[in-house]
């Protein structure tokens, strides 16, 4: 096709198929698209391409509407074999968060509204009380997310002080966000002592200046130090801390509430353990917690109070949406069903059999293209660096290429669903896989393999 053949905007809109979109989508959405259509195809043939004709212009105008109105935020399916997947969103929340979070979408709330007095109130007290009884801290509060919570804290407390951290602490968190320089944005000085491998408490106390605000552990959420090392205990940090008579902030990352022990992985900091310490805390709400994304702060009440009334606190606030599904999830802790309705801790506390009975249905159904191996779930997300815990996966073969047409597929389904490729061999993780979630698996594999 010629430039002076290429159709007029009028031309492409009287096609047969626009007449239902002009019903539906606003006339200038129609023309914006058709123009953007006709402006590649005019660029393709300057430059000596050839152009397409009026149906395949008129395809590819349809195809762009369509991709459009498809919402680009989807479910999927996560088979990868890691938990807590940041780049899947992390933590899948429980029916009941979900039902928390969608009952007060439908309509207003008292999100800052005392029902009683019927006077204005605080949005913290949805979840506070909740937190307090959960962690026996004084007094908790919400933000965006435990970078903020960190920001929020530092600038409150530590504003043109000094805040002592061990050197083997000063850690990059996911997407290249460092501490230090979080700690710079809060007006905060940081203080490194020790070495990369060994830090003592005679470290901390020699650094204590009349400038120093307080002590901080960052708990090392997403890589394990291992060799020749020595690091200060919390206890240890606390007992320095009350000496001086200087603030002590645990940042623990993930946040955990139950005994990560008792399931065949490495001993976790819990939150009550750091309360118990007299450390303010600060974690995500979105990974081992498993609600919706935030930063949880708890602690002495003093200086929650600061916190809450400091003018950051406003800039990284949560809206209802997230304080309800929190609520709801922190909830199953205090009834004691985190097992039963947490899919974090649904996944985590899966017994191998089990995992290994849905592995072989996933087999049956796709053919002798697959076959159940043994393999390592992580927990990722930050949390517990390096611990795994033991699966079943099944494996689809077929070499390389196949392998990878096959993952697309998976990938391009209306549900898609996320496996991992290693050796040539396409490996899905049941532990990752809710089990009402089965049905969309088996579907998929008797699609391709049948």
Not at 132 to 140: K, S
Not at 219 to 229: A, D, I, M, P, Q
């Amino acid at each position: 096709m010629s430039l002076r053949n290429l159709p007029s905007v009028d031309r492409v809109l009287s096609g047969g198929r626009f007449v239902k979109l002009a019903e539906k989508y606003p006339h200038e959405l129609l023309v914006a698209v058709i123009r953007e259509q006709l402006d590649i195809e005019r660029a393709a043939i300057t430059n000596g391409k050839t152009g397409h004709d009026l149906e395949d212009i008129i395809a590819a105008v349809l195809q762009k509407m369509d991709a459009i109105f498809t919402p680009n935020l989807r479910r999927v399916i996560n088979a990868s074999g890691v938990i807590l997947h940041t780049n899947l969103g992390r933590a899948p929340m429980s029916a009941e968060a979900i039902a928390a979070m969608d009952e007060v979408s439908h309509g207003y709330s008292n999100l800052e509204f005392e029902l009683e007095s019927g006077s204005r109130g605080s949005r913290h007290v949805h979840v506070e009380g909740l937190l307090c009884r959960l962690t026996g801290a004084e007094a908790g509060m919400i933000v965006n997310n435990n970078a903020s919570a960190v920001l929020l804290g530092l600038s409150a407390l530590a504003k043109r002080k000094e805040m002592i951290v061990s050197r083997g602490q000063a850690v990059e968190i996911g997407g290249g966000f460092r501490i230090p320089d979080v700690m710079q944005q809060s007006g905060a000085k940081l203080i490194e002592v020790g070495t990369t491998n060994r830090t003592y408490t005679r470290d901390f106390e020699q650094a204590i200046t009349a400038k120093t605000a307080g002590v901080m552990r960052i708990h090392s959420s997403n890589f394990k130090l291992v060799g020749f090392t020595s690091e200060v205990t919390l206890e240890e940090l606390a007992e320095v801390a009350k000496k001086h008579d200087i603030l002590l902030l645990d940042d623990v990352g993930s946040g955990c509430f139950l005994d990560t022990a008792a399931y065949g992985l490495a001993p976790e900091p819990t939150v009550q353990q750091s309360v118990k310490a007299g450390a303010l805390v600060f974690f995500s709400g979105d990974k081992l917690v498993g609600g919706p994304q935030a930063g949880i702060i708890v602690g002495e009440k003093q200086y929650i109070d600061r916190l809450k009334r400091h003018p950051l606190a406003r800039a990284v606030r949560v809206d209802k949406t997230r304080l309800a599904g929190l609520a709801a999830t922190l909830m199953h802790y205090l009834k004691g069903e985190a097992l039963t309705k947490i899919p974090v801790w649904r996944m985590i506390s899966m017994p191998l059999e089990d995992i290994e009975k849905r592995a072989k249905k996933w087999v049956e159904v796709a053919g002798s293209g697959a076959n159940v191996i043994s393999g390592e779930t992580m927990v990722g997300g930050g949390s517990l660096p390096g611990g795994t815990l033991t699966t079943k996966i099944v494996a689809l073969g077929g070499g390389n290429k196949a392998v990878q047409a096959l993952a697309k597929k998976l990938r391009l389904l209306p549900i898609p669903i996320i496996g991992r490729i290693e050796k040539d061999g396409l490996l899905l993780d049941p532990r990752t896989v809710l089990p009402e979630e089965d049905g969309i698996i088996t579907k998929a594999l008797r699609d391709f393999y049948r």
